[in-house]
């Protein structure tokens, strides 16, 4: 995390810009080259949002630092426009809108999927540079002639020129790109990219439109790759057709991945060590153009051996010599008396705008069937208002697939769901959500990179913000009741004492009330709990049980669990499946009396 | 000017350059669907195969032992490199898979620009494939024809060790599930290793019989490597028929488009990319839920 104190991380990259042209001279680096690294390093602002905050590694960032740069170079060298600022603003809006075309299809898939996508569409902005559209790029030319720029206050004109004012000029602009991506990685938007790129699945489930959240990242990389492009004509006083080859995606990458991802300034640091290395190679030990070999080298080896690059690894070290002196604090247990966490996190607020008579979810003949097997045949159901429902069924009795289809994230091959009156069969997950209705998994969905009470941010601001919004310059904690929703869902879950260890060093029990703590920071109306009590202890057991009969006031409860004494203690109704069709429904005593329930699950021999 | 001569000539040479991509891309997509390792250091190995087929050429003056030279010294190679790096990043994120393959990329591109220069070195056809061959209405070279015939035969030979050999079979139910083919029993390591050196195998022998088509430099591998990732994505990562038909369905595009004007071939190569994307995100014959 970048540090809490207000402005320190600022204030520092202030004071290094001023400082940059004074000392780094002394180590042998040339004027200019201060200047490109600038440049490399708020190109890679931009990059290092969508890669190390959002998870989407792009090898084709290239395309938005030629559209920016030849947007900005061609209006200026035709004398379109004679403000240079106009100029790099106009060349940013575009490759921001070359970034909203690109993303819209390379984000229809992830991984390697959107590694190669986003490679062969900068290729095409490449060929598209270098020939349909030569007559106004120049081809493999580029385009010379781009001014430096000239400020005019009322008498008082400046030119920026070489040396000292351009470096000025460069560390200004480099200055701003830091504050608003500072900015950024701090808002609510910044928290919902780092869960995107920890767990994007569930950052949906929690209720956030992960789609739209990834396309902002990678708008947001385009415009700060437009920007950078831009100022590289002018540095230059020429655009270079280089920009959108894939060896300056490949650059960026590079330079990233050494300096540091995730860190805003690991662009900066690799583009400093890469460039360093490149002068100092090939002037002071003369290997010519075997600089890049090493490079190289030094890159595979920083990959093996120092996954986090530079700055991860200096705090990494920086960690470990903390550790020693924060004594462990223990975990406090689940709350026994929750009854004022209960009041504050009580179920949505928000969302019960009208009263509504009649059950909370009505599922109405669902069938699923995948090619020849039906999971699910023709199910009735309804629970009501303030209900805990229970769910049980031998192995393979479809259970899940129910469950998954009651949230959304599965459609019914056909039969309808209603919750609180609306029909949301086929809507999305982070809609349904939305609506009030979420679902704690059987298999623990975290964001693993965060600390618990990041963890329960998360699912809070999307009750707080809703599917999608653009509050990028807010800071998170001027969300407002973010805060005490938090803390009385940490309460709540008793785990307020451990609220800032990382979700990798929780144990089992820990990780697994956080996991229903996530569903309930979003203020559900109707939660699904799918086997909350799933592998552990007796000791654990019981804590979790008397959690969810905390948590049941004032909310609607469905428990799918095979823990029969559990389900018979806390339920009021039981739903039985069998073969993915509906059994017997009816209370516990209903149910432990009923015969074909007995025979389903002892093979008839109990019924005797 | 387009006349019918000009239009069965440019077909075949989409043909040529298809097949060519195909054995490329085939190499890619079972690395890939067995390793879940997406290799960017695989133009790499196409170049190295260049490379290494001109030096077996200059050594014994034989384009046939250049071949054979160069397809072993490629197996060779990657197996090393699956053994040496590839294999310690498969726990790790795909992201880290693809930086370490992209470093190994510049390594081995740099390695050859030490050696040999940047400037370009030429292989020369055998004497017997030299000169043009007449073919009814037009004449065609004979080389082309001859490289359309080895990638088809190399694609059939990769075809019969994929499906009809024991270790073929393995491979393919490592691409379902490498974790279940290990609890059988299998060593999947040292098939691991073998599939990385078979699919370096085929881009570098792809990369030698093209040798005497092109002029071979050290970067010649990026380009390839761009146009392989259209191939899969359009045939669909991971599957061996999809990255055959992506293959000439992509080199088709590429020179009959460059029939009409050569400054679009590649704009529409990747404008077809789009737009399969846009109606079949999975690739022509991937599965839909490969990722």
Redesign the interface.
């Known amino acids: 995390m970048l540090s809490h104190r207000p402005f320190l991380v600022e204030g520092l990259t202030a004071l290094g810009l001023v400082a940059a042209p004074f000392i780094l001279p002394h180590l042998g680096f040339a004027p200019n080259t201060v200047d490109q690294i600038l440049v490399w390093g708020l190109f890679g602002i931009g990059f290092d949002i969508l890669?190390g905050y959002t998870?989407l590694?792009s090898?084709g960032q290239s395309a938005f630092y030629g559209t920016g740069g030849f947007v900005a170079a061609y209006l200026l060298t035709n004398n379109l426009m004679s403000s240079v600022m106009l100029a790099l603003v106009i060349g940013t809006i575009g490759a921001a809108i070359a970034g909203i075309a690109v993303g819209i299809?390379a984000l229809?898939?992830?991984?390697?999927?959107f590694?190669?996508?986003t490679?062969?569409?900068a290729?095409?902005f490449f060929?598209?540079e270098n020939?349909?559209l030569s007559a106004w790029t120049g081809g493999e030319n580029g385009l010379p002639g781009v001014p430096t720029p000239r400020f005019t206050l009322g008498h008082f004109s400046y030119h920026v020129g070489t040396g000292v004012s351009m470096y000025a000029f460069m560390a200004v602009f480099y200055f701003i790109g830091i504050v608003l991506a500072l900015r950024i990685v701090r808002s609510p938007v910044g928290a919902i990219f780092s869960a995107i790129r920890d767990n994007p699945q569930r950052a949906r489930a929690v209720g956030h439109a992960v789609g739209f959240y990834k396309l902002t990242a990678f708008v947001i990389a385009a415009a700060y790759a437009g920007f950078a492009g831009g100022l590289l004509g002018v540095l230059q006083g020429f655009m270079p057709p280089d920009a959108f080859t894939?060896?300056t995606s490949?650059q960026l990458?590079?330079q990233t991945?050494i300096g540091g991802g995730g860190t805003l300034f690991g662009p900066l640091l690799g583009a400093t060590v890469w460039l360093y290395l490149r002068d100092f190679l090939q002037t002071t030990f003369h290997l010519g153009?075997?600089w890049?070999?090493v490079?190289?080298?030094v890159?595979?080896l920083l990959?093996?051996f120092l996954?986090r690059g530079l700055i991860g690894g200096l705090r990494d070290l920086a960690g470990l010599v903390a550790a020693r002196r924060q004594p462990a604090i223990a975990d406090t247990g689940p709350a026994t008396d929750a009854g004022a966490a209960l009041a504050s996190v009580g179920p949505s607020r928000r969302r019960q705008e009208q009263p509504f008579s009649g059950p909370v979810l009505e599922a109405r003949g669902i069938t699923k069937s995948f090619g020849g097997i039906i999971a699910n045949r023709n199910i009735d159901f309804a629970v009501e208002q303030g209900e805990l429902r229970g769910i049980i069924g031998p192995n393979g009795a479809g259970k899940s697939t129910f469950f998954k289809m009651l949230t959304c994230e599965m459609a019914p091959s056909s039969g309808r769901i209603i919750f609180h009156g609306r029909d949301i069969t086929g809507m999305n997950v982070d809609a349904v959500c939305q609506l009030g209705l979420t679902k704690s998994y059987q298999v623990n969905q975290l964001f693993a990179r965060l600390t618990l009470r990041e963890n329960i941010v998360i699912a809070a601001l999307a009750e707080r913000r809703g599917r999608f919004s653009l509050d990028l310059l807010r800071r998170i904690d001027r969300v407002p009741g973010l805060d005490m929703q938090v803390e009385s869902t940490l309460a709540l879950v008793g785990l307020g004492g451990r609220a800032d260890v990382p979700v990798a060093r929780l144990a089992y029990g820990e990780k697994r009330r956080l996991e229903i703590a996530l569903a309930l920071a979003a203020s559900p109306s109707l939660l699904l709990l799918d086997e909350p009590l799933a592998g552990m202890s007796p000791q654990e057991r019981a804590e979790t049980v008397q959690l969810l009969k905390n948590i049941r006031r004032g909310r609607t409860l469905v428990v799918v669990e095979h823990d029969m004494d559990a389900v018979f203690e806390l339920a009021e109704r039981i739903t039985v499946l069998h073969e993915g069709a509906l059994l017997a429904e009816g209370t516990p005593g209903e149910i432990q009396r009923n015969s074909l329930v007995q025979e389903a699950y002892l093979g008839g021999v109990a019924a005797a | 000017m387009i006349t019918w001569p000009n239009f069965v000539s440019q077909l075949f040479n989409g043909l040529a350059s298809g097949a060519l991509l195909a054995l490329i891309s085939s190499g890619l997509t079972i690395i890939y669907g067995t390793l879940g390792v997406l290799n960017l250091a695989h133009g790499a190995m196409f170049m190295l195969g260049g490379y290494a087929g001109y030096v077996a050429y200059h050594a014994t003056g034989s384009f046939t032992i250049a071949v054979i030279v160069g397809a072993a010294f490629l197996i060779v190679v990657g197996g090393l490199l699956e053994l040496v790096v590839v294999r310690h990043f498969y726990s790790r994120p795909p992201e880290d898979q693809l930086l370490v393959t992209f470093g190994i990329g510049i390594v081995i591109v740099e390695l050859v620009r030490l050696g040999f220069g940047s400037l370009s070195k030429t292989v020369l056809p055998p004497s017997w494939a030299m000169g043009v061959t007449p073919m009814g209405f037009l004449i065609y070279p004979t080389y082309r024809i001859v490289v359309t015939v080895i990638a088809a035969a190399a694609l059939a030979v990769l075809y019969l060790v994929l499906y009809r050999t024991r270790l073929g079979m393995i491979v393919r139910a490592g691409i379902e599930d490498s974790g279940m083919v290990g609890m059988l029993g299998i060593n999947v390591y040292r098939v691991f290793m073998v599939v990385f050196g078979i699919g370096a195998m085929a881009a570098g022998f792809a990369g030698i019989i093209n040798a005497p088509v092109v002029s071979l430099t050290p970067d010649m591998g990026d380009s390839i490597l761009v146009e392989t990732f259209v191939v899969v994505v359009i045939g669909g990562v991971g599957s061996f028929p999809g990255a055959i038909l992506g293959g000439l369905i992509s080199g088709e595009i590429l020179s009959l488009t460059s029939m009409i004007d050569p400054a679009y071939s590649e704009v529409m190569l990747f404008a077809v990319m789009t737009l399969v994307l846009m109606l079949r995100p999975q690739g022509l014959l991937g599965m839909p839920s490969r990722e």
């Open positions: 890669y998870g590694l090898f299809v229809r898939r992830t991984g390697i999927y590694a190669m996508i490679v062969a569409i290729e095409m060929f598209l020939n349909p894939f060896d490949g990458v590079m991945a153009a075997a890049k070999l490079l190289g080298l890159f595979v990959v093996c996954r």
